[in-house]
């Protein structure tokens, strides 16, 4: 019987550890798409314990104490300890056989912590005791961890109306051991639909210098901040939506709609997708021109629980995979052909919420390769509820299968915990393992130097090239 989550974890076979430790383990990560907070790496923050560090913001952790029965007061309340909070989540991680969860926090107590032990309701007081004296070390501060997990590129996501200002003084000071940049995510100013949307698009224009009145003005107000998030070297431009689509009409019939939300009327899903793909485009041809990369990310069903969502707002643990109705390999192929007709296909990654839509995705992005770089239009990391080791596999089966392996830009962390860097880990020893099983059982030649440089292509050169990193090591 192996022992748990030892050297070999997830590694089977001599091939997959030679590929792991002697190529996928040395490469520093690049964390081209995550949610954390660019103040708190500019202020260098310290943890005063565990559970901030943890459990803050990490509705993957929410969802698991929830799922045992534990009342929503030691999960996100205001009365409860820290110390009675990180109780219930050591109570409940034990149960989790099977999660990616059990994984990841016990790879992040090794690395970052150095504790062996599992976490459990026994267990808890030692390990926290263990985790809250390493916080207080220089080590583990915000900088420290990026450093000592040799992470050297992270693209946070910024909303256009930011000012950017901790981008300036990471930039100014040039302290942390990796290059942090924005990434812009103008979903506010493309849900139409959303109550709040006048408001912000009249935040929009003042940050901007214009009167937002019709689709023209949209444009300028959007065009004035890509130049700025520019100036700060954005590489890349994240969009959320609900499903895929593209349904182009002339300015004048944008105009209309803009014109019937500004006054605060209801809008028809025809409508919403006229002005929505307006956008789109615009924003498309603009990233393509610019060398960015246009992240999508769909078929995610998002606040499910109305009560909860009125208590606690949105990204608390509520949202689910979605089977759209709609049919987004229409959608996508023709917004991508829309792109494409004009020259203006932009380097594109794809992400879809719903695993069914692998082989969909994967047959698409074929269609629309181009000579900038390789695998231009790429197929995102498995996503969300599919960062699993299942769901790893089957998309790397799937993308082996229709596309093409060695071009992919590996893993990305999508998270708000600056602990999380681990997934790296744990998805390089999934792809090693993948890889070693294919050449020991005679799928693939045992050519070690060439199966070397395509880990390590994936594991961090791709994704470097891909977003033109390095230019922006050079400016800087």
Known sequence: MKKFMDKDFLLETKTAKTLYFDHAAK????DYHCHINPQEIAVDKKFKNITEAWLGGDHYKWRLIRSNGVDEEYITGKESSDREKFQKFAEALPR??????????HLELQRYFGVTKPLNGDTAEEIWEICNAKLQEPEL????????????FICTTDDPVSDLKWHKK???????????????????ALHIAKTEWPAYMDQLGKVAGVTITDIASVRKALLQRLDYFAQYGCRAADHALEYVFCRKVSDAQVNVVIEKALAGKELTTEEIEM??????????????????????HYSALRDTNT???KSLGPDTGFDCIAVASHNCGKGLADLLNALNMKNKLPKTIIFSLNPMDNAMIGSIIGSFQGPEVRGKIQQGAAWWFNDTKRGMLEQLDSIADLSVLGNILGMLTDSRSFLSYTRHEYYRRILCNWIGNKVENGEYPADMKMLGQLVEDICYNNAVRYFGFYKETKKA
């Open 27 to 30: 490469m520093p990560i690049v």
């Open 96 to 105: 989790a056989l099977g999660n990616p969860l059990y994984h990841w926090t």
């Open 141 to 152: 501060s915000v900088q420290g961890i990026i450093k000592q997990s040799n992470v050297k």
């Open 170 to 188: 990471l930039r100014a000071e040039g302290k942390c051991a990796a290059k942090v940049l924005p990434a812009i995510r103008p979903d506010k």
């Open 275 to 296: 002005y929505e793909t307006a956008v789109l485009l615009f924003l498309g041809e603009q990233y393509a021109d610019r060398g960015w990369a246009m992240e999508l």
């Open 307 to 309: 009560r909860m969502y």
